[in-house]
């Protein structure tokens, strides 16, 4: 099923778009396994989308920076704990259909799409387009005329256009339009999930910049998207569209945390007020938390914001939005360590619940715990625990001095001072007052069920607060 294109869909073809492969042709030779598809990246969103391609029937090549990541793949493993990937490419191996390369410019030889999956992060608050710009030099000296390349990490609008396209072309000598394809299809899955958001969770943003190269996107992703897809012929506008996902959770999240924070202070059960307003149909308030984290909503509205900005054009929301969930492992800090007696402070065994930055992933990429640690350092707190039941090893957290992560959550909440919960881990909702004891517990997700808790030792976000005496 295809679903309507927002803009272009029916867009004539071109003299040039005649003399191009039929598109039946082109989708016919990946399913016989002539074409092959090549994935660069094999991380959180490269490995679940090479599974999608595996499980359609597709040949494929897996190509990574890490040579840790090119074993275990060639071994039928990844390193992201997502469900069915293994099996993918287990399956996959076995049936002699993916193929492991270590030579990134060998693989775009070797392949007729081309798949760009690596990310683009921040520093210091500008894209960083390392990874992308590596990629891509690499895709372009391998590059074939009438070859396929997509692009899948979020984008700054006109990044494709203004960047990579200008890249593959002076690096292939070839020309876009007219002698390959460019492709920009965003991501859209959430971590834990993947494959299923892929294959069944959501239609699949295709654009491309004239009507030939969508409507051949639009024809092969259809292999894996089997919700359909949404054809945009305009890849700057697919760009904007992505980045307008996160930005609208972002806002909304800030909006929710500065409703709890009003909560707070009046003594209202936020909780309580959310549910009831969310029973209107128009009403949809976020979660507030702890803070915001992984790489990608406080990473979005960052790129919105230095387009903007170059542009001079303000977006106050964006940046106010920013500015809130910033501020949120700050504040909820300070609300947990009023749970302290007086005099307590720098003497305190505090154990925090949580590294990854949401429940149900490892994924510790810019998790508001790091935040929670840096403000203790401040505070010259020397006993912190750190418990999470998915992370195992994080190289960052060593570098915290006065924190220790371990795994086994008695250990951890036994005989401390105070209980942060920090990420919404499903292992934690067994917690009760005979677990913690007398130890305060303080639930920066609103994820506990209060009514386990004794009232004078459990308080939280959005929740009425219990100051010491």
Request: charged share 25%; hydrophobic share 40%.
């Amino acid at each position: 099923m295809n679903k309507a294109g927002l803009v272009g869909s029916s867009v004539g073809q071109t003299e040039n778009d005649l003399q191009r492969e039929p598109i039946d042709s082109v989708i016919s030779k990946f399913k016989t396994g002539e074409y092959v598809v090549a994935i660069y990246g094999l991380g959180h969103v490269g490995a679940p989308l090479a599974s999608t391609w595996l499980r359609a029937g597709i040949k494929l090549i897996g190509i990574d920076k890490s040579p840790k990541v090119l074993e275990n793949a060639k071994k039928g493993l990844t390193h992201i704990p997502e469900p069915n990937v293994n099996e993918s490419y287990a399956e996959g191996i076995k049936e002699n259909r993916f193929v492991i390369y270590d030579d990134p410019i060998k693989a775009s030889q070797d392949s007729k799409l081309k798949m760009m999956c690596v990310p683009v992060l921040m520093n210091r608050n500008k894209p960083d387009f390392a990874a992308l710009k590596e990629v891509a030099m690499a895709i372009g000296k391998g590059l074939k005329k009438h070859d396929i390349v997509s692009v899948h990490p979020s984008l700054p609008p006109t990044t494709t256009e203004k960047f990579l396209i200008p890249l593959l072309e002076k690096t292939s000598g070839l020309h876009a339009d007219s002698d390959f394809s460019v492709i920009y299809n965003p991501e859209r899955i959430y971590e834990g999930r993947a494959i299923y958001d892929i294959e069944e969770g959501h239609p699949g943003i295709i654009s491309a910049n004239n009507a030939y190269d969508l409507q051949l996107g639009s024809a092969l992703f259809s292999l894996i998207f089997k919700k359909g897809v949404v054809k945009m012929f305009s890849i700057k506008a697919a760009e904007a569209e992505k980045l307008f996902e996160g930005v609208y959770r972002d806002v909304n999240i800030s909006l929710a945390n500065e409703l709890a924070k009003l909560c707070d202070r009046l003594g209202i059960d936020f909780w309580e007020a959310k549910e009831a307003a969310n029973s209107q149909s128009y009403c949809h308030i976020h979660d507030p938390g702890i803070g915001v984290g992984g790489a990608c909503i406080p990473i979005y509205p960052q790129f919105i914001i230095d387009v903007a900005t170059k542009n001079k054009i303000s977006c106050k929301i964006t940046k106010l939005g920013r500015t809130v969930n910033n501020e949120m492992p700050s504040y909820t800090l300070s609300k947990a360590l009023k749970m302290l007696g007086r005099g307590q402070l720098r003497k305190s065994k505090i154990t925090i619940l949580g590294l990854a930055f949401r429940g149900g992933v490892s994924d510790t990429r810019l998790s508001p715990t790091y935040d929670l640690l840096r403000e203790l350092v401040k505070l010259k707190i020397k006993d912190v625990i750190v418990h999470d039941p998915l992370v195992k090893d994080d190289a960052m957290i060593k570098k915290f001095k006065n924190a220790t992560l371990v795994s086994d959550l008695n250990y951890a909440i036994t005989g401390r001072d105070l209980i942060i919960l920090a990420t919404n881990h499903k292992e934690y909702l067994e917690l009760n007052s005979s677990a913690v004891g007398s130890t305060p517990i303080y639930d920066g997700r609103g994820y506990l069920d209060k009514r386990k808790f004794e009232d004078s030792f459990f308080a939280g976000i959005g929740r009425p607060s219990i100051t010491k005496k």
